[in-house]
């Protein structure tokens, strides 16, 4: 039990510090002048504006990702719905002699089933909203920005 209360109590001084060091920074700007505080803002924006185009592009290359997977899926349904709907008139051309049709139309229908499977996941796949947590982030951002300058 000691050795908890003893990890727990650097946590606390760490916040404090924390605290502290931000009434610091407080009080240094306080002391800036005009200038120095503007060319502070332009500092601290670029920083924002570095770290929200970093996260975009993660989220992007996760999201391009998924449209890939999403694109390989729905272009190899397309491509087995269009041969198995050949089959399909295959074995309706067949169907007069029903013997040699039955074996087409399975297989045909069995195709299409399949291809009807992968168009239905890769239809799930495919992104609906694009970069939800960039999105997120900026109109959090925008906010705060706005609450602040007010």
């Known amino acids: 039990m000691e050795a908890h209360v003893r ?4 946590a606390r001084e760490a916040h404090v510090v924390d605290l502290e060091s931000e009434r610091l920074e407080r009080s240094q700007l306080e002391t800036l002048s005009t200038a120095e ?3 502070h803002a332009l500092a601290e924006t670029r920083l924002l504006v570095r770290a929200e185009v970093m996260h975009a592009k993660k989220e992007l290359r996760e999201e391009l990702k998924a449209a890939r997977t999403a ?3 729905l272009g190899a349904g397309a491509v087995l719905a269009l041969t198995s709907l050949a089959v399909l008139f295959v074995a ?3 169907a007069l002699p029903m013997a040699q049709a039955l074996g ?5 229908v069995v195709l299409l089933a ?3 499977g992968l168009l239905f996941v890769g239809g799930k796949r495919v992104p609906k909203k694009p970069l939800p947590h960039t999105q997120e982030r900026l ?4 906010q705060l920005t706005r609450e602040t300058l007010q």
């Open 139 to 142: 109109k959090t951002d925008y």
């Open 37 to 39: 505080l503007i060319r």
């Open 114 to 116: 399949i291809a009807a």
């Open 71 to 73: 694109g390989i899926l």
């Open 92 to 94: 309706l051309g067949l």
């Open 104 to 108: 087409v139309l399975v297989v045909g």
């Open 7 to 10: 990890s727990a109590e650097p």
